[in-house]
């Protein structure tokens, strides 16, 4: 029986992954908070690649059942099924995304698969000042990116909530008041 909590936030760039994930590391007890790039090939290879990085990823997750450590992902195998539905890649990730979904929703987590979004859109243009972070040679940070990828994640987690009725789906738009943002993922997560 879960005890613990498994929290994935996926979105685009500028949703705020970061604000948030650092939120729940420092205020829900006991967790470890893991943020993850993918790969930057893009080429067929790349599959591959993601592939095995994601089924590694779930056999560790899975390691880390029944332990009292709640695990928080900024960014998982959701992101690159979002980046392939874009064209982003030269390869589908479909059927690899499927498989490990199915893994993903049989883990023994309380899971939340959370998708920021801002109402906003137009705050992409402010949000995406790279000033002080890293760029990737692969990601383009503009606002167009930014709404492209947002559409696909709200669609995702549509279809995740009705496939998976054991994996919370939360979509919070984090464009309001982070204190409001905050309390409200308290009261969704229960901490």
Do not use: H, W
């Not at 949703?15 to 650092?22: L, P, V, Y």
């Not at 995304?97 to 859109?121: A, M, R, V």
């Not at 790279?130 to 492209?148: C, H, P, Q, V």
Request: charged share 30%; net charge neutral; proline share 2%.
């Amino acid at each position: 029986m879960a005890n613990s909590k498994l929290i994935v936030v996926e979105g685009p760039q500028g949703a705020g992954k970061t604000t948030i994930t650092d939120f729940f590391r420092y205020s829900l007890s006991y967790t470890n908070l893991y943020r993850l790039c993918g790969t930057s090939d893009s080429s067929p290879t790349g599959k591959q690649k993601s592939k095995e990085m994601y089924e590694n990823l779930l056999e560790y997750i899975k390691k880390m059942e029944n332990k009292n450590i709640n695990l928080v992902f900024d960014r998982t195998f959701f992101t690159e099924e979002n980046y392939c539905r874009l064209g982003k890649k030269q390869y589908t990730f479909t059927d690899i995304y499927n498989k490990l979904l199915e893994e993903f929703s049989k883990l023994d987590f309380e899971i939340y698969y959370i998708t920021l979004y801002l109402k906003d859109e137009s705050l992409y243009k402010t949000r995406l000042d790279r000033s002080g972070k890293a760029l990737y040679n692969t990601s383009s940070f503009d606002a167009e990116n930014s709404i492209a990828q947002q559409r696909e994640y709200l669609k995702m987690a549509d279809e995740i909530k009705e496939k998976y009725p054991n994996i919370n789906v939360i979509n919070i738009a984090n464009d309001r008041d982070l204190k409001l943002v905050e309390q409200e993922l308290r009261q969704i997560i229960g901490f």
